[in-house]
């Protein structure tokens, strides 16, 4: 009897432990993702979440440092043509299923081949994976490709678990397994996506047992359930709330550099921007660093070329130009310049194409704002159907991805339908070398063409916005501003 | 009766399939490629054209409808463009969430438009009707997101009575349930109440001048059950009318309140996926929609025969 009466005690005071220290952290995104399979996924919001689920091969430190995680340690051979990764031992999906050379082989190859893999580009120059032993792995290339590691560092790098994704099929981003320090619990579309903390994780087990995410597309709506204590962080954060939570004793904020830039395209394929002289004027006009104060409250960098300051090609040669309407009337030569600028909605853009407007009339350019939603805005972009189009990026941790596809003839991020043959030499070279430093010059060389010519124009580089309530402690402030909750507790 | 009621349906078949007809052209027409939108900034010519085949965008249009068509007939609403999630499952999920938070807002929206209509119809021209008139128009005039946020701002964050968002299905837990639609159909059902209380005022005071109105009060019947029992009836006809129209256009989704709340309904469905152009959630929300406004315009029907004995139909 009193064994019995001793046994309820004990697994009732390890019942009301285990309740109590359940820890439920609920986090507050923009959008809700779309799609948890690192092969098809084009949202990078579903980065947040499938972070947490899936393992890379690599990671990136606060640096923006390519390093280890699920290989611990790699060798790049052959003039850059073999890279070799060993894999971590003793890894297991959350099926129970072992994580090998042969899954990372899978996961790889699944990324370069599945229909409607949105990976094949940046994995294009991948010609075969091979399976060296159980732990090691050797990916072949068909030229040399210098992003490669950063690239594995993201959606390319994350290893699915083969028995879980053979089953599933193309469903599988409705059901994700992966060996990541969280698994997928459930997801109710727009509504939320419960993740639980995985309790074999190689890396320890988290001390978050439930991590939520939840979409509000409206910032006002964000920040009203971060002060209502629905969610306990959010990102991002509307400019004119930052302070807000700066001053508010119960909160914190973390405002760290990005990797992405916005600024304005110019259409150089007809009239008016065909004409260098007309975009070297409007890009003379714009007051960067007002634009900063006035409509971001000093949470974006003021920027002049796509590499943000703290990445690996940022270079200080490039510096942010003054207004200068002299300048921007003396390129007008005397000729009037009328155009549209598209923009789509939200009152960011809404104030910074009103401000566009204002500064580009002081040098007696006309510019006519027309706003058209982003589905629309996009297919014209493509078609080339505007005049200047403002359009940014969410940047990417190589400089490859934040130039290359931009400026070199027929990319597929070239809005401008910009062509320049040295400059097409300059960033295939660039991408073929593997050195930083060499990547880095050759950068220079080409970005002294490319803003001479203005097919595109830097207005700022905006910065990772997270608060959170003022118990959450351990999230690091990676410049790719994906929040890893691995090492977060909630105090 | 039952010769109407099945004729009626029949009827509502070809404008069911007018409906889908022209929504399926308005969306093919609007620009923007719904491959181009899924892949972003990520889509390379190659890319596109593969989604583009896998999500059966490149076959002829009327294909492509005819196709929907065939399968929505068998209930197969076929997968959203944009997650590969069924269409069915998704309104299957959804429909529930609008339809209460819809007849959560129309019984607040009855609470107060019926007494208020009545007593601003009875005391007409008294202050109490002046004060009533002044809300009511004040409800028409204030935008509801205003309202939404200031009751968010009142009850959840300054309060904290009520969490800012989120939502619980009945089945799972009931309180909160009715908790977290609690604001969000207070705020649907403010407006509509401001138009149903001038509506029912101004059918009301006019059937309060009949003839027969008078004639009941001659022949010594209380106030309150000439009213009631002769009045009202009367004037309800035109109150049903609106009644029917503003639960039927919520059916429809209340998009603006759903984001506020961050209600997982119909209408924040239907905005996010015309963004995307994603067609077959566009079509299975509007053909959803569509049967639900006709639905209740046939119970309004019959509301009319309930109300005034003599509509008959035949």
Do not use: C
Request: charged fraction near 15%.
């Amino acid at each position: 009897m009193r064994r019995v009466h001793f046994l309820t005690a004990i697994l009732s005071a390890a019942l009301l432990t285990s309740l109590a220290s359940a820890q439920t952290l609920t986090v507050g995104l923009d959008a809700d993702p779309p799609k948890l399979d690192p092969a098809l996924s084009t949202a990078l919001v579903d980065r947040q979440v499938m972070n947490q689920i899936f393992d890379k091969l690599l990671d990136l430190d606060v640096n923006l440092k390519v390093i280890p995680a699920l290989a611990t340690s790699w060798k790049v051979t052959n003039g850059g043509l073999t890279y070799t990764f060993k894999i971590k031992s003793g890894v297991k999906f959350s099926d129970g299923t072992p994580l090998d050379a042969a899954a990372v082989k899978y996961g790889l190859d699944r990324n370069r081949t599945l229909e409607g893999s949105a990976r094949k580009n940046e994995l294009s120059s991948v010609k075969d994976v091979k399976v060296i032993d159980a732990q090691t792995v050797q990916l072949s290339l068909s030229q040399p490709y210098g992003p490669l590691l950063a690239v594995l560092t993201d959606r390319a790098g994350m290893i699915v678990s083969p028995t879980a994704a053979r089953k599933a099929g193309t469903d599988f981003q409705n059901n994700p397994v992966g060996s990541g320090p969280f698994t997928f619990t459930s997801r109710v579309r727009q509504d939320n996506i419960t993740l639980s903390a995985n309790k074999n994780y190689w890396g320890g087990v988290p001390k978050i047992d439930k991590l939520v995410y939840r979409p509000f597309p409206d910032g006002d709506v964000r920040y009203a359930n971060l002060l209502s204590g629905a969610v306990q962080a959010i990102t991002p954060i509307d400019p004119k709330d930052v302070s807000k939570l700066t001053e508010n004793a119960k909160f914190s904020v973390l405002n760290y550099p990005g990797i992405g830039f916005q600024g304005v395209w110019f259409n150089v394929t007809r009239a008016p921007f065909n004409n260098k002289n007309f975009r070297q004027a409007v890009a003379a006009t714009i007051d960067r660093e007002a634009i900063a104060k006035s409509i971001f409250y000093d949470t974006v960098t003021p920027a002049a070329g796509p590499f943000p300051p703290g990445t690996a090609a940022a270079s200080s040669s490039i510096k942010v130009q003054k207004p200068d309407i002299a300048l921007a009337k003396q390129k007008l030569g005397g000729k009037p310049l009328n155009f549209t600028l598209l923009t789509s909605p939200g009152s960011i853009n809404t104030q910074m194409a009103q401000v566009y407007q204002a500064m580009f009339a002081q040098a007696g350019i006309n510019a006519k704002i027309e706003q058209v939603e982003f589905g629309t805005l996009l297919d014209r972009a493509d078609k080339q159907d505007y005049d200047a189009l403002m359009l940014g990026w969410s940047g990417r941790p190589d400089p490859d991805g934040n130039i290359y596809d931009f400026f070199v003839t027929g990319g597929t991020n070239n809005q401008a339908g910009y062509s320049n043959k040295t400059v097409d030499s300059l960033l295939a070279k660039a991408r073929a070398q593997n050195a930083m430093s060499a990547r880095v010059a050759t950068y220079n060389v080409a970005l002294g063409t490319i803003i001479n010519d203005t097919p595109y124009t830097w207005v700022y580089f905006q910065r990772n916005l997270v608060a959170s309530v003022k118990g959450m402690v351990g999230l690091k402030p990676i410049p790719d501003g994906i929040l890893r909750f691995k090492d977060v507790d909630l105090k | 009766m039952a010769v109407f009621a099945l004729r009626r349906l029949l009827s509502a078949i070809p404008t069911l399939l007018i409906v889908t007809l022209i929504v399926f052209a308005m969306v093919k027409l609007l620009p923007g490629d719904p491959a181009r939108l899924i892949l972003g900034q990520e889509a390379t010519p190659q890319a596109l054209s593969e989604l583009r085949r896998s999500l059966g965008l490149d076959r002829p249009l009327p294909q492509q409808y005819l196709s929907w068509l065939t399968s929505a007939a068998r209930l197969d609403f076929g997968t959203s463009l944009t997650d590969h999630s069924s269409v069915g499952r998704l309104i299957a999920q959804k429909l529930p969430v609008t339809l209460e938070l819809s007849l959560f807002a129309m019984l607040i929206s009855l609470l107060i438009s019926l007494p208020a209509g009545m007593i601003s119809a009875v005391r007409r021209s008294t202050w109490v009707d002046r004060l009533l008139t002044l809300l009511a128009l004040s409800g028409i005039s204030l935008p509801n997101f205003f309202l939404g946020i200031l009751l968010i701002y009142l009850f959840s964050i300054r309060l904290a009575w009520i969490p800012a968002s989120g939502y619980t299905s009945l089945m799972e837990n009931p309180g909160r349930n009715l908790l977290l639609l609690l604001l969000p159909a207070v705020t649907l059902g403010v407006g509509s109440a401001a138009v149903l209380t001038r509506y029912l005022r101004s059918s009301l005071s006019e059937t309060l001048n009949q003839d027969y109105v008078r004639t009941a009060h001659a022949k010594g019947l209380a106030a309150r059950q000439v009213i009631s029992k002769h009045a009202l009836k009367n004037a309800l006809i035109p109150f049903l009318t609106a009644f029917g129209l503003q639960l039927g256009g919520l059916l429809g989704g209340a998009v603006i309140t759903e984001q506020i709340f961050s209600i997982p309904g119909f209408g924040r469905l239907l905005v996010d996926a015309v963004f995307t152009r994603d067609l077959p959630v566009i079509q299975g929300v509007v053909l959803v929609s569509a049967v639900a406004v006709f639905l209740v315009s046939f119970l309004v029907d019959l509301g009319y025969a309930a109300v005034d004995p003599r509509i008959r139909y035949h």
